[in-house]
């Protein structure tokens, strides 16, 4: 990433967040081989905590590319956060209005564009209760769809630490452990120009959820549970976050 191209937004969200995310966190960045240093590319996520989007924010950062979100459009409507959001260049979703199409064109055209878009599959932080990935949803089968942009699958261990989404406890300690690993991109050929019909999208996802629990488990050293056994099947097809 050039970063003389940042402009003023986004080198002052830089100048004041990265400084204090090195206070606050211990990290262990790994797998940065495998995110591409240019052209619009596809990052999925699990999310585990509130905290998620700085620390995976940060890593996207470091590892050379602009982080770009999916977040909901409420955080648009804040006084001053609202046009930050604008200026830094994310992406609002409007869940559950005849706007929540415009979230996955922006997306396409970013992705098109060359740019990083950032996705929980999930759309909004797990339920499960040892914070394992729960069900997703389909917009990141419909923006690889759309785009063909590699996926590249993404996991972190740590930010619930800094933010439980369980008790809603907010602990700032400085060199808080948090580790982020991105795998390869996802093989997703077997529907590669399919037709985006209920049955492929959803398989994409599953494919998508089952890869990001079983590298989460590799990170926690642990026997992943069954996708998503308590959490019931969805029907929404929002992009999350």
């Given amino acids: 990433m050039a970063r003389r191209r940042l402009g003023f937004w986004r080198r002052l ?30 990052f999925a996520a699990n999310h585990l905590s509130h905290a998620d989007p700085l620390i995976v924010g940060h890593y996207v950062y470091d590892a050379g590319r602009w982080p770009q979100f999916l977040a909901k459009s409420s955080l648009f409507h804040i006084p001053l956060l609202g046009p930050f959001l604008y200026a830094v260049r994310q992406i609002p979703v409007y869940r559950g209005t005849a706007d929540a199409v415009k979230a996955l064109d922006a997306a396409v055209a970013a992705v098109k564009d060359g740019e990083t878009v950032i996705i929980y599959p999930e759309g909004t932080t797990t339920r499960e209760p040892e914070l394992w990935p729960m069900r997703g949803k389909t917009g990141v089968a419909r923006l690889w769809l759309s785009t063909g942009a590699p996926v590249i699958p993404v996991v ?72 998503y056994p308590n959490t019931p099947k969805r029907t929404e097809t929002g992009g999350g976050r």
């Fill in 13 to 42: 969200a830089v100048s004041v967040a990265k400084p204090l995310l090195t206070l606050l966190t211990h990290r262990t960045w790994t797998g940065m081989e495998h995110v591409p240093t240019s052209g619009g590319v596809i």
């Fill in 156 to 227: 972190m261990e740590g930010p619930q630490q800094i933010f439980d989404p369980r008790t809603g406890k907010l602990r700032l300690r400085p060199r808080t452990p948090v580790t982020v690993v991105a795998g390869p991109p996802l093989d997703l050929s077997e529907w590669q120009g399919a037709a985006p019909t209920a049955t492929v999208l959803n398989e994409i996802t599953e494919a998508i959820m089952l890869h990001l629990r079983d590298m989460l488990a590799e990170v926690r050293g642990a026997t992943p549970p069954p996708l």
